[in-house]
């Protein structure tokens, strides 16, 4: 199993920066690292890629068009299809990357919310009794 690179430093600070205080978003970590959902869905996290976003179809056509800018393949082969890697020039641009975070966050708003798993299918199957 391929062992996770730590996300760039550049990356972290500007997650942190554009997704702190975000009306509904809940911060989880996933896979180690620290990620931020609305409604059960991921809408922006980080990556050894970078920070990646959520976005719907003509938003995600429009930020692809950003220099730097590209579709997230956690691993060759896998695009996820609905989320972009953010490009480094945003991460001196705040205010244009909490936008883009902004239009993430409205996007999985409007999405049906991921039921919450119970505690039992977290653990997994072999820990029931029959």
Known sequence: MKKWKPAPREAVAAFEAATSGLPGAEPRKMFGYFCVFAKGNMFAGLHEA??????????????????????????????????VVVPEILFNAPKQL?????????????????????????RGSKNIKK
């Open 50 to 83: 970078g920070m990646v976003l959520r976005l719907p179809g003509e938003q995600r056509t429009e930020f692809l068009q950003l220099k730097g800018a590209s579709q997230f393949e956690p691993m060759p082969g896998r695009v996820m299809r609905e989320y």
């Open 98 to 122: 909490r936008a883009w975070v902004e239009k993430s966050l409205d996007y999985v708003l409007s999405l049906p919310a991921k039921p919450k798993k119970s505690s039992v299918s977290r």
